[in-house]
């Protein structure tokens, strides 16, 4: 075995060894140090981040919390989770919201898409519906 990869396993080893016994919510070799927003640290010795769909928004999370229905953190570390904006919908915290289809509708946290009621229409990604234009007879 040659000797850098001998030396690498001893630093390595000599690392786990001078780990913290910290308390949850915090990390640390040499010194403890609050769990960073993104992140949680479960039992004082490891930093995980958090997964897509799931948050920590504060300083010294023991765990994360999972995005409320409507709302999206589609990437891991995030500290807060987005508001599905209207024309738009998310039925799923771990990806980006979806555009509604035309004839649909949504309103800010939609999980799901409306459909407009007979006779009315919309674009695609709306958040309302138009009436049908209504014609009129002068006599």
């Known amino acids: ?11 390595a080893a000599l690392d786990v060894l001078s780990l913290q016994d910290c308390k949850p919510g915090e990390y640390g070799i040499r010194e403890c140090h ?8 479960p039992n ?5 981040y958090c997964p897509p769909g799931f948050y920590s928004s504060s300083e010294g999370a023991v765990k994360c919390t999972k995005c409320d229905p409507g709302t999206y953190a589609p990437r891991r570390t995030s500290a807060y ?15 980006t919201p ?6 649909t509708y949504s309103n800010d946290g939609a999980i799901s898409c409306q459909k407009c009621q007979d006779g009315w229409t919309s674009q695609e990604g709306s958040s309302s519906c138009t009436p049908p234009s209504s014609t009129s007879c002068i006599g």
């Open 98 to 103: 979806k555009r509604c289809p035309a004839n």
């Open 34 to 41: 609050p769990c960073p927003e993104g992140y949680y640290c």
């Open 44 to 48: 004082g010795r490891l930093t995980l």
């Open 81 to 95: 989770c987005h508001s599905c904006l209207a024309g738009y919908y998310c039925d799923d915290p771990t990806s």
């Open 1 to 11: 075995m040659p000797s850098w990869l001998l030396l690498f396993i001893s630093c």
